[in-house]
């Protein structure tokens, strides 16, 4: 066989690399029922990994171990529980043709129609496991093809997901033409899903079984358009009908529209996005819900928050099914005549999501939709931020937000409406006491008026947080952060969520212990950012490469 | 080597329980009977395929600074650490440039959400490093990066000499002394 023949001679020819990284999440759990924290009769938990990558010249193999033990860590996917080798691939490139056997991550385009990947510290990870070859044409043209099956914790998806895309640049395919400052970048997919079928009772009438698609095909053309300063970028996809779980298994077919346009120059970034989503979440499993077995990517278009109170309180989730959102952001730099010595930079950020405005036409089509007229509003974010560096020993950013959310719609909690308006602040000073000595304090508050038909909920009312960060460069940080709920309507949910952490970082491994509670969300200690499930007691993370 | 004859292991294996256990079964048996291939000190740039600003597509194995010394920095328009770094870093940027010939390379792991925000963000701060996305994560993946920041240095003969996790404010300042060193041709202890 070559290509045995191939890789004895590569393993002979020289040693090769082997390099990789592992991650451990131990948490000790002890009960506290007045934060709600779960029960955990096992008291420990461990989310753990191993990654191994070789590499010999064009070949490559890799593998990574898991083990969640005796079960994941509050707040992750309970089927993750086990251990195993979930992940595991080989692959080679020569000259312009790239194959992968086994395990793969793969986004085509924007990821509207297919995007495998892993958010590891969301519990998140949903490769394809099968063939992919990738082949470039006349240095310009980029073609993709795969088969496979999705990662489903520690098994695979029933659906089989085959897919093709292809991708010319135009300035790679004629680098000897002058084109000015002009670029464009074609591109364009199709991916479908095969799962067989099976017997699903009509709603409209329980006594019929529905005819559902086996195959679901869908279809995506996006354009990058670049002239000097100015780039524009667009994406839409089609879904032919995907009876599924989601959307309670209508025929209507589903779209996806993304739309960013954006202005970069010297101390000013403006970025405009659009997008338009209708009946699109899209599974290698009709039947599947939550975070599983997901076959594309719905990006949010709102300001990534991380900020513990801005990012936490009143998180917004994607509303695959159907949302009309937009978002502006500009970064500016105030040029060094305007300051003097330190140069101020703002962030100023909009973003607004709403419903589709919709008709139910009460058969098995499930409605009708009109293209811009937005529906009820689901969120509402206006913040600015400003950085400034005060002194050569004092940093200082300052963030005032407007945040309006739909609570049940954004999180899932039900379906009428529960409006909530909010103020944020938030002050962060950095000060360097002295070489490799540095004190960080971060003070904020949320202010918003008591939910008083919601009376026994944890978030209810205004928040103060306060977080005192003292790290000695390179190696030791020590932190203590308190979020404090002093305006719950219920006095006794008046709590403070008091976590202490220390860390030690040395090149490329970081251990750090914490105790104390956590709320639910993403939480940035120590220079690292992770999302944390709420509970109370002693977490021990462990990070490190090599 | 322990491992003395691959190539037969290969076909046993093959043909037992196909193709994919086989060649990881290579793999890490190759890890485990041979000393010789495991993590060195200084090894190469692995090649991955990210995206230029502009959208085209980009092998990071063409990654290189005319001999002088060179920071790959992972980051993401969310990460607080990350945008310390990066800023703290831009402070002296310039006459790093000019003692050194230090050139930065900032690796952003945005993913849709952010990444079209990326070149905006990085103009709108005066940054003048040289700015790749990385969206599918594949350099990511290739150099074993768990979390952002996550800094590598580069010698001038292109092989990676040191890395670091995470970001404290005043860690710019042991960068700084590595890099010093690298212009200087000192060896620097890996890790």
Sequence with gaps: MAFTGAMHAQLLSSPGQIHGNVGIDAQYYTNDTLIGAPEVPEKFRMNAFLNLVYTNNNFRAGARYEAYLPGPLLGFDPRFEGQGIPFR???????????????????F??????????????????????????YTLLGGIRLTALVGRQRYFWEMSDGVVKAFDAEASLNQLFPKKDFGKFRLLLGGSFVSR??????????????????IPLNVGSFAGR???????????????????????????????????????SYATKGLGITLQAKRVENFDYRSDRNESGNALLLNFIPMLNKQHTYTLPATIYPYAVQANGELGWQADVNFTTPKWFRGKYSTLFNLNFSMVNGLDTTRTGDRQGYTSELFTPGRLYYLDGNIEINQKISKKLKLNLMYMYLWVDRNQTQGLGTSPREIASHIAVADLTWKVAKRHTLRMELQTLQTAQ????????????????????SLSPNFFVSVMDQWAYDNPVAYFQIHYITTTVGYNSGATRIALSYGRQREGIVCIGGVCRQVPASNGLTLSLMSSF | MGFHDPFQLFK??????????????????????????????????????VQDLEGNTFQTESLAND????????????????????SAIHDQYEDLQDETGLKLVAVSVDDVRNVAKVAPFV????????VYCDPNGNFKRALSVNTVPHTFLVNGEGQIVWQHNSYNPGDEEELFDLVRKLANGEAIKGH
């Design chain 1, 89 to 107: 691939y080989a692959g080679y490139t020569l000259g312009d043709l790239d194959v992968t056997a086994g395990h793969f991550y793969e986004q």
């Design chain 1, 109 to 134: 385009g924007n990821g509207l129609i297919l995007r495998a990947y892993e958010e590891r510290a969301l519990g998140f990870d949903n490769p394809l496991d099968g063939f992919r070859a990738k």
């Design chain 1, 194 to 211: 095969y799962q067989g079928d099976q017997e699903i009772p009509n709603p409209d009438d329980p006594n019929k079984i529905l005819d």
């Design chain 1, 223 to 261: 354009a990058n358009l670049g002239y000097g300063k100015f780039q524009l970028n667009g994406e839409f996809a089609w879904k032919i009908n995907d009876p599924n779980f989601t959307n309670q298994f209508i025929y209507r077919p589903g779209n996806a529209t993304y739309l960013s346009a």
């Design chain 1, 451 to 470: 939910e008083l038909d919601h009376i026994g909920d944890r978030v209810n009312g205004s928040w103060l947080m306060g977080m005192i960060e003292y």
């Design chain 2, 12 to 49: 046993l294996v093959l043909n037992k329980a196909g193709i994919m256990k086989s060649l990881l079964f290579v793999a890490l048996g190759t890890l485990f009977f041979s000393t010789p291939i495991l993590a060195q000190d200084n090894y190469p740039i692995p090649n991955a395929e």
């Design chain 2, 67 to 86: 001999g002088n010394p060179m920071i790959i920095s992972f980051w993401a328009t969310w990460c607080k650490p990350c945008i310390a770094e990066l």
């Design chain 2, 123 to 130: 103009y709108g701060r005066n940054w003048n490093y040289e």
